[in-house]
């Protein structure tokens, strides 16, 4: 079973940028598909990006396509969320997530169901 640690949260104003880090201890990286999703108070956790297992494919929401890349360092076992142009409606808690079940290349869900392991998440507020 992996466990999955979140860092880099923050307070940031509007047009700015953070870079969350996800570190996983207690299994290969590379064997997961790998996940971000994000929870603001009072509504349902939602899908913010994903990638492959291998990193050569990313998938992102809509609104936050153009704005955030998500990428991976499968050799240090982190996965990395770089945010930019940050708006108020990006606050959120942010969790990381595991697919154990994700194929190499191809695909990397963008569905909570799928994802097996959580961290604990990160906090992100965006002031205007």
């Known amino acids: 079973q992996v466990l999955l640690i979140e860092s880099g949260g923050g307070l940031v104003q509007a047009g700015g940028s953070l870079r969350l880090s996800c570190a996983a201890s207690?299994?290969?990286?590379?064997?997961?598909?790998m996940g971000w999703f994000r929870q603001a108070p009072g509504k349902e956790r939602e899908f913010v990006a994903s990638?492959?297992?291998?990193?050569?494919?990313?998938y992102y929401a809509d609104s936050v396509k153009g704005r955030f890349t998500i990428s991976r360092d499968n050799a240090k076992n982190t996965v990395y969320l770089q945010m930019r142009n940050l708006k108020p409606e990006d606050t959120a808690v942010y969790y990381c997530?595991?697919?154990?079940?994700?194929?190499?290349?191809?695909?990397?869900?963008?569905?909570?169901?799928?994802?097996?392991?959580w961290g604990q998440g990160t906090q992100v507020t965006v002031s205007s």
């Open positions: 207690g299994g290969t990286l590379s064997s997961y598909g």
């Open positions: 997530a595991a697919d154990r079940d994700a194929p190499w290349t191809d695909y990397a869900s963008g569905a909570l169901g799928e994802y097996d392991y």
């Open positions: 990638i492959t297992r291998r990193g050569d494919n990313t």
